[in-house]
């Protein structure tokens, strides 16, 4: 039989060119709007909203209380389902996923940071960090975990309880748990919004020292407009609604 | 950075699933402790009650044969006549007989007399077994002479020694032995009258043997071991029916046994049950509150990337775990329990009750246990799937749906099942078994009914105007967090139960005090031959005895109703009538007025019969008219002694059976028994045990062939044997009880993690110990009265029901206990709440926080 080769349509050097592109962008949000339903009537909490990110940067999400700033990370980590409009990330549209197919994804491409640091007080602060690790199925994952608590100042806490350490404590031992299965990107809610001033400053060096060394994208909800001023990018919200969206540098200037 | 594409991959990862709840369990072990606790005491009981039904089975096969004392007893209330005589003569290998009948033995050395069962042998019965006597030899030594051998409570009763001599009829016999135990015997059956055992050469002597009085008679064989009995009864079977002969095998007697001992388990495994389901009632809530404060725990898990089944599997196995620790802990007491066991039924029981550990039981009480576990902690479980990961942030999540999930439906549906369908083994009916299901689910209904609609009241009609303390008590039955609806279902439902088995206990236990008070009869005389009747009526008259009754008693047999005898019975399949009417002997007097315990419910009292031509109007006692499928004006012949009467269905009486006198299902107008073989029956009331004891003298001297009744003495022995009962009742009922307190501390104490951030907030913000102290009160004594009364009310409910249509007994609320039981389950609510609370004010907010939280 004779064999038919299938011309070549397309240059190497293109497909590379292509794909360096979509690498480029991590998160792509496109006119994504938010809407629930009350006994008043209909709440829109996010409208049309539209922006990517790309791979390895740092964007702060700022705006004051109610603006929608939550929900939108939510949405973008696929914490819930969109009224209309797409999340893209990692090139994984979210809203074609079920709710475990979201939680993998979460799970493979996904850090979070909260507040209220959200340690589960059950385990201590070394389970804490292996749970990311262990639900992969990865192995090796104490090792691992004790190297990121060793980063983050906390070796010799391993084996606390969450309910016997500092907030502070507590704060380290989620940005270990965070960048413990190298997520593509991070998402930090308000970090340092239950932490004193001095406690603040080291963990927002912690956290961009750990993310520089990963290069993980890191997106940060925040009132702070210091630590938003540390990120690259700001986007302000307001009323649900993007307001500006620039170079953090620009708007320094 | 490479290219990956996402692709999904579905994976449970066990072994993390199992780590991570056993991390969770760690942590909360005293927690799930209470969980556990609700479970075990149901599971001991059940696993208890289970081992002793299987050892009794066990050992009944094992002794079957000394249970017997034979390979076939045939037995006869009557002599067997000559034509059967040749085949009873011809069975087995080694043959005895026995002629047993009740009659007063008196012990010459201190004047002491009393009903006795007289047993005359002869042959080397029992094969099988012992009589075992003090001294060993009497068992043998008695036989050859003219000796007897005594019950040894008897000799115990009259402080008779061996070599003393008792007088039965007009003889004098030897003690020969103390009889401790025969064959097939329990301590109750003798209770009433004990046996002693005489040769049979000297039964005639002994003058006994007159006519209308009741004998029986049994014949037992012993068969080479390679002779199959079975078949040598096959052919003969229908030869022995005709001739009114009963046959008892080691295989029947074996079947008999185990059937009389598996209605007491059964009654007993549906107590244990009742802890059981108290339980079931400790496990949801415990777990139902224990998820709803994982919800922020399992939201963590789910952002990190757990999904929905993972969530659900790692409480799953939590659940499951402690459920089957609770399970093995409860298995375990209950194999303690039942090393118990043995010395409480062993006056029920004829055979030697073994204790070895149950294996098939201990089993059953696993799956048991697990299975409840899983099957109520599911109903709170299956919440884990639907929660949000967003629940960890503080922004609004869609309302959840009103809608009940299907799979809550479905796990109701099986709950249903798995209830009807234990009950249904118990009782073996499924109408009962799914009458008493839905009774509790509707008592499940009612209070959650009752607890919405205090929540409703309190909400709608809230005090504005009273004092903070009284308000933020009332606030706490409708805030969100809110116990009503958990405290009330679980109290309340724990009441109803314990409510029902008490009620139903002093139902029970009523129903026996009540024919033993007050100015009743106490003494019957019978077998009075009709030429004794006029002498025993004046020596009851020279004691300054009353006579309260005096009546005639004739032993009768129905030939035919409604011109069918028992052959055309049998064969006409439309006939309703029980061929068994024609088998049994009917015990009838005649007269021509009812007494104080008969009322005419239909038709008229038989007028006395003058001449031959006139109808014999017989009256019929309701219930059994209906047995018979008689009525009014149907023909029935009755064989009297040998004699057929055509008499008609004349009336139908209802007759208080409960009132000590002499009842009669028949009764025959005056004119037509008279001269029939007959005796009777004397009652008299007996003001002291002095009296009683020289008026039985006085009449065994005169009359040796006249038995007597101290009924004093027989209610005192009812007495020992309902207390024996009542106790094994109360036994298994106390894991109920103590369940229930369980569960209502499990249940109080879950509340309090609910309650402890505002208790520490209101303490932080000043409140003093005793504010918050009455809040608690206030809130716990609302809560625990609304469910006592509830409780109280479905248990009254419940209890009339059964004792209308279960146990044909009057239901009178019984206010007492209704008022201590609402009362004390009221203030033990509050005190437990108290107790709970005290934990928390002797700490200092911030430390409690900490610990607590």
């Known amino acids: 039989m004779p064999v038919v080769q299938k011309p070549v349509t397309k240059k190497l050097t293109d497909i590379l060119e292509e794909e360096k592109i979509i690498e480029m962008t991590i998160l792509n949000v496109h006119n994504l709007s938010k809407t629930f339903k009350t006994s008043n009537g209909i709440l829109t909490i996010l409208h049309d909203i539209n922006f990517s990110v790309e791979a390895g940067s740092t964007l702060a999400i700022v705006g004051p209380s109610g603006s929608g700033k939550t929900t939108l990370l939510g949405l973008c980590a696929g914490l819930d389902n969109a009224s209309t409009g797409s999340v893209e990330l990692n090139n994984v549209r979210l809203e074609k996923l079920n709710e475990d197919e979201?939680?993998?994804?979460?799970?493979?491409?996904?850090?979070?940071?909260?507040?209220?640091?959200?340690?589960?007080?059950?385990?201590?602060?070394?389970?804490?960090?292996?749970?990311?690790?262990?639900?992969?199925?990865?192995?090796?994952?104490?090792?691992?975990?004790?190297?990121?608590?060793?980063?983050?100042?906390?070796?010799?806490?391993?084996?606390?309880?969450p309910s016997q350490l500092s907030g502070g404590e507590q704060q380290r031992v989620s940005i270990a748990r965070a960048f413990v299965h190298q997520p593509r990107i991070l998402f930090a809610d308000e970090p340092?919004?239950?932490?004193?001033?001095?406690?603040?400053?080291?963990?927002?060096?912690l956290l961009f020292d750990l993310n520089h060394e990963a290069g993980t994208t890191l997106v940060i909800v925040t009132h702070n407009l210091d630590l938003a001023a540390d990120t690259k990018r700001i986007i302000k919200l307001r009323g649900g609604a993007i307001v500006a969206d620039e170079k953090t540098e620009v708007l320094k200037n | 950075?490479?290219?990956?594409?996402?692709?999904?991959?579905?994976?449970?990862?066990?072994?993390?699933?199992?780590?991570?709840?056993?991390?969770?369990?760690?942590?909360?072990?005293?927690?799930?402790?209470?969980?556990?606790?609700?479970?075990?005491?149901?599971?001991?009981?059940?696993?208890?009650?289970?081992?002793?039904?299987?050892?009794?089975?066990?050992?009944?096969?094992?002794?079957?044969?000394?249970?017997?004392?034979?390979?076939?007893?045939?037995?006869?209330?009557?002599?067997?006549?000559?034509?059967?005589?040749?085949?009873?003569?011809?069975?087995?290998?080694?043959?005895?007989?026995?002629?047993?009948?009740?009659?007063?033995?008196?012990?010459?050395?201190?004047?002491?007399?009393?009903?006795?069962?007289?047993?005359?042998?002869?042959?080397?019965?029992?094969?099988?077994?012992?009589?075992?006597?003090?001294?060993?030899?009497?068992?043998?030594?008695?036989?050859?002479?003219?000796?007897?051998?005594?019950?040894?409570?008897l000799m115990l009763q009259y402080n008779a020694h061996v070599g003393d001599s008792?007088?039965?009829?007009?003889?004098?016999?030897?003690?020969?032995?103390?009889?401790?135990?025969?064959?097939?015997?329990?301590?109750?059956?003798?209770?009433?009258?004990?046996?002693?055992?005489?040769?049979?050469?000297?039964?005639?002597?002994?003058?006994?043997?007159?006519?209308?009085?009741?004998?029986?008679?049994?014949?037992?064989?012993?068969?080479?071991?390679?002779?199959?009995?079975?078949?040598?009864?096959?052919?003969?079977?229908?030869?022995?029916?005709?001739?009114?002969l009963r046959y008892e095998t080691v295989a029947s007697n074996k079947k008999d046994t185990g059937r009389t001992f598996e209605d007491l388990t059964k009654f007993l495994t549906l107590i244990g049950f009742i802890a059981l389901l108290l339980g079931c009632i400790g496990v949801a809530s415990s777990i139902h509150v224990y998820i709803k404060e994982k919800f922020n725990s399992i939201a963590v898990l789910k952002c990190l990337g757990a999904n929905g089944s993972q969530a659900f599997l790692i409480y799953l196995i939590e659940v499951t775990g402690i459920g089957l620790l609770g399970a093995v802990i409860g298995a375990a007491s209950g194999i303690a329990v039942q090393q118990i066991l043995p010395a409480v039924f062993k006056d029920f029981l004829p055979i030697e009750l073994s204790t070895t550990v149950s294996w098939i039981s201990v089993?059953?009480?696993?799956?048991?246990?697990?299975?409840?576990?899983?099957?109520?902690?599911?109903?709170?479980?299956?919440?884990?799937?639907?929660?949000?990961?967003?629940?960890?942030?503080?922004?609004?999540?869609?309302?959840?749906?009103?809608?009940?999930?299907?799979?809550?439906?479905?796990?109701?549906?099986?709950?249903?099942?798995?209830?009807?369908?234990?009950?249904?083994?118990?009782?073996?009916?499924?109408?009962?078994?799914?009458s008493y299901t839905v009774g509790i689910f509707v008592a499940f209904l009612v209070l959650t009914l009752a607890a919405w609609l205090l929540r409703w009241l309190v909400h709608r009609f809230f005090p504005a105007t009273w004092s903070y303390l009284w308000r933020q008590g009332f606030a706490n039955l409708y805030r969100p967090n809110n116990q009503t609806l958990i405290l009330v279902v679980t109290i309340g439902l724990g009441t109803a139960l314990i409510g029902v088995l008490y009620f139903i206990q002093s139902i029970l236990v009523n129903r026996i005090t009540l024919s033993s008070s007050g100015d009743q009869p106490n003494m019957v005389l019978f077998d009075i031959q009709p030429k004794q009747q006029n002498e025993v009526a004046d020596l009851t008259k020279q004691f300054h005895l009353p006579i309260l009754q005096e009546v005639p008693i004739v032993t009768v047999r129905i030939e035919e109703v409604n011109g069918k005898n028992e052959e055309q019975v049998k064969h006409d399949t439309a006939a309703k009538i029980s061929p068994y009417i024609f088998q049994s002997e009917f015990r009838v007097t005649?007269?021509?007025?009812?007494?104080?315990?008969?009322?005419?419910?239909?038709?008229?009292?038989?007028?006395?019969?003058?001449?031959?031509?006139?109808?014999?109007?017989?009256?019929?006692?309701?219930?059994?008219?209906?047995?018979?499928?008689?009525?009014?004006?149907?023909?029935?012949?009755?064989?009297?002694?040998?004699?057929?009467?055509?008499?008609?269905?004349?009336?139908?009486?209802?007759?208080?059976?409960?009132?000590?006198?002499?009842?009669?299902?028949?009764?025959?107008?005056?004119?037509?028994?008279?001269?029939?073989?007959?005796?009777?029956?004397?009652?008299?009331?007996?003001?002291?045990?002095?009296?009683?004891?020289?008026?039985?003298?006085?009449?065994?001297?005169?009359?040796?062939?006249?038995s007597i009744i101290d009924l004093g003495l027989v209610l005192s022995v009812l007495n020992d044997i309902l207390g024996k009962i009542g106790f094994v009742i109360r036994f298994i009922a106390a894991f109920s009880m103590i369940t229930g307190l369980i569960v209502l501390i499990a249940s109080v104490l879950i509340s309090k993690y609910q309650r402890i951030q505002e208790t520490v907030l209101l303490r932080t913000l000043g409140a003093s110990r005793k504010q918050i102290l009455s809040i608690t009160a206030i809130e716990y004594f609302f809560l625990g009265a609304l469910a006592a009364a509830t409780g109280i009310l479905l248990s009254l409910l419940g209890s009339w029901l059964l004792a209308k249509f279960t146990f044909n007994?009057?239901?009178?609320?019984?206010?007492?206990?209704?008022?201590?039981?609402?009362?004390?389950?009221?203030?033990?609510?509050?005190?437990?709440?108290?107790?709970?609370?005290?934990?928390?004010?002797?700490?200092?907010p911030l430390e409690v926080l900490r610990k607590e939280v």
């Open chain 2, 363 to 434: 089993g059953k009480g696993l799956i048991l246990g697990m299975l409840i576990s899983l099957l109520f902690g599911l109903l709170p479980l299956i919440s884990i799937r639907k929660i949000s990961p967003l629940n960890i942030f503080r922004i609004p999540v869609e309302p959840a749906s009103k809608i009940i999930d299907p799979l809550k439906w479905m796990i109701y549906v099986i709950i249903f099942i798995f209830i009807a369908t234990f009950i249904k083994a118990q009782v073996g009916y499924w109408n009962t078994a799914i």
């Open chain 2, 1 to 153: 950075m490479d290219r990956e594409r996402f692709v999904y991959k579905k994976k449970l990862r066990l072994r993390w699933l199992m780590k991570m709840a056993w991390r969770d369990t760690r942590r909360n072990f005293s927690r799930l402790a209470l969980f556990i606790s609700s479970i075990i005491l149901g599971i001991a009981a059940l696993v208890a009650i289970f081992s002793v039904g299987d050892n009794v089975q066990r050992d009944i096969d094992e002794q079957a044969k000394t249970l017997t004392g034979a390979d076939l007893i045939i037995q006869s209330n009557k002599q067997v006549s000559d034509s059967i005589r040749p085949l009873l003569d011809s069975l087995g290998q080694k043959r005895s007989k026995e002629c047993s009948f009740a009659s007063m033995v008196y012990f010459k050395k201190n004047n002491g007399t009393r009903l006795v069962q007289v047993c005359a042998l002869e042959g080397d019965y029992p094969y099988y077994g012992d009589l075992e006597t003090t001294p060993v030899s009497a068992e043998k030594e008695f036989r050859k002479n003219q000796q007897a051998l005594v019950d040894r409570t």
């Open chain 2, 590 to 706: 005649y007269r021509d007025t009812l007494t104080s315990s008969e009322e005419l419910t239909e038709g008229k009292l038989g007028k006395p019969v003058r001449s031959p031509n006139d109808v014999i109007y017989v009256s019929l006692e309701e219930g059994n008219a209906n047995w018979m499928h008689v009525k009014i004006g149907d023909t029935i012949v009755f064989n009297v002694q040998g004699m057929l009467v055509r008499t008609v269905l004349g009336s139908l009486r209802k007759v208080d059976w409960q009132r000590i006198q002499t009842n009669f299902r028949i009764i025959f107008p005056t004119g037509v028994l008279e001269d029939a073989p007959q005796f009777h029956v004397l009652i008299t009331r007996i003001p002291s045990a002095e009296v009683s004891a020289k008026f039985q003298q006085a009449v065994v001297r005169q009359f040796p062939n006249i």
């Open chain 1, 102 to 161: 979201r939680a993998q994804v979460r799970n493979r491409y996904v850090g979070f940071i909260f507040q209220n640091f959200q340690l589960l007080p059950t385990l201590t602060a070394l389970e804490n960090v292996m749970v990311p690790l262990e639900l992969r199925g990865e192995k090796n994952v104490r090792a691992r975990a004790h190297e990121l608590l060793d980063k983050v100042g906390l070796g010799d806490r391993l084996h606390h309880y």
């Open chain 1, 192 to 205: 340092t919004g239950n932490l004193d001033e001095e406690t603040s400053n080291k963990i927002i060096k």
């Open chain 2, 166 to 244: 008792i007088q039965i009829g007009e003889l004098t016999f030897q003690i020969a032995g103390i009889l401790n135990k025969e064959p097939g015997r329990t301590n109750f059956s003798t209770a009433v009258a004990p046996p002693v055992y005489i040769p049979y050469r000297y039964l005639d002597a002994t003058g006994l043997l007159k006519k209308g009085s009741r004998f029986s008679y049994r014949y037992y064989y012993k068969f080479d071991s390679t002779v199959d009995v079975e078949k040598v009864l096959a052919p003969i079977k229908s030869k022995l029916e005709k001739a009114e």
């Open chain 2, 809 to 844: 007994a009057l239901f009178t609320i019984p206010w007492v206990a209704v008022i201590i039981i609402f009362i004390s389950l009221s203030f033990l609510t509050v005190i437990i709440g108290l107790i709970n609370s005290r934990s928390i004010l002797n700490k200092a």
